[in-house]
């Protein structure tokens, strides 16, 4: 069984910054892309950045230039560096991972969600 656990998210002030780690567990043969999304109250869950297991990124406009995506495969961890910090990145902020658990199988995982807050 795979797990992803997020960290803890929290309250943070507009303009501040908060960094968000999710490590996956289970038996993993390896990991594939990674990424973080995110869904505010009354809206649809959107892709804030994702990263491929070679480290090629991608992130939506309204982050770029603020938040940053990195892995540690070692670790199996992905972590979203925010900075910058606006009310408007207020969301539930859920991990997604594609898992090898074998040679044949690829599946992809979701991590329960962090509520990050930004005051403004």
């Known amino acids: 069984q795979v797990q992803l656990v997020e960290s803890r998210g929290g309250l943070v002030q507009a303009g501040g910054s908060l960094t968000l780690s999710c490590a996956a567990s289970?038996?993993?043969?390896?990991?594939?892309?990674m990424g973080w999304y995110r869904q505010a109250p009354g809206k649809q869950r959107e892709l804030v950045a994702t990263i491929t297991s070679g480290g090629i990124t991608n992130y939506a406009d309204s982050v770029k230039g603020r938040f940053t995506i990195s892995r540690d495969n070692a670790k199996n961890t992905v972590y979203l560096q925010m900075n910058s910090l606006k009310p408007e990145d207020t969301a539930v902020y859920y991990c997604n991972a594609d898992i090898n658990t074998n040679k044949f199988v690829l599946t992809n995982y979701w991590g329960q969600g962090t509520q990050v807050t930004v005051s403004s």
């Open positions: 289970g038996i993993i043969v390896s990991i594939n892309g």
